[in-house]
């Protein structure tokens, strides 16, 4: 298995642009989690989804942040509009389930200026 | 929601010696303790976890130890290699609502 995939590996964009980051997580597992992390706020958990639905979205920022996930193979995660204090390595990792190991994906490197 | 302190945040210990990192946390229907490592410009990986029914695990150099009462648990790395130099997170979650990760520890080896 290739591990998660996460696309782009790096985005540069301006503010008040859509961004939209992209995950394939690892076949079989059935929990796919967002993570942001910066020097200042560490790893954070931004939502996760068990077997496609969202559980818990309580570490998305505000409503500028949206994630999705249509199928067991593919996840987005949309902030709309961008701002400078986006800028961060987004993380995409998966499991078989939420106390099982969690794999993480290269991460997004994301800067808006 | 689910709090995790972790300290030191800047650990260095000699090569060969051992280096020890503590978390505590707040919600006590914690039950799944994971620490991740993470080198410079990677991606976090584990490299052990425990369960609460559980009060220490080990695995080769690397053990963990839980104490449910004072809500604690503790990552220790015995005769530290250069390779060991990384960032590691401990993190907690009940199994709702996903991991709360811990601060990080910058773990230096010096030679």
């Known amino acids: ?113 | 929601g689910e709090n995790v302190e972790q300290h030191p945040s800047t650990l260095s210990v000699q090569e060969g010696d051992s280096a020890v990192i503590k978390c505590t946390y707040s919600d006590s229907a914690s039950n799944y303790f994971p620490w991740y490592k993470q080198e410079l410009g990677k991606r976090p990986q584990l490299i052990i976890d425990i369960r609460s029914n559980v009060g220490e695990k080990k695995d080769q150099r690397i053990a963990v130890t839980l104490n449910k009462t004072a809500k604690h648990f503790s990552l220790h790395i015995t005769e530290t290699q250069p390779e060991d130099s990384a960032v590691y997170f401990c993190a907690a979650s009940n199994g709702a609502d996903g991991l709360t990760f811990g601060k990080g520890t910058h773990l230096i080896i010096q030679p």
């Open chain 1, 1 to 113: 298995d290739a591990g998660v995939i996460q696309s782009p590996r790096h985005e540069v964009t301006e503010m008040g642009q859509e961004v939209t980051l992209r995950c394939k997580p690892i076949s079989g597992h059935n929990s796919l989690f967002w993570y942001r992390q910066t020097m200042m706020r560490g790893l954070e958990l931004l939502i996760y989804f068990n077997n496609n639905v969202p559980i818990d979205d309580s570490g998305m920022p505000e409503d500028r942040f949206s994630a999705k996930m249509p199928n067991a193979s593919f996840s987005t995660l949309k902030i709309q509009p961008s701002e400078p204090r986006d800028s961060a390595v987004y993380f995409c990792a998966s499991s078989l389930g939420t106390w099982d190991e969690q794999y993480f994906g290269p991460g997004t490197r994301l800067t808006v200026t």
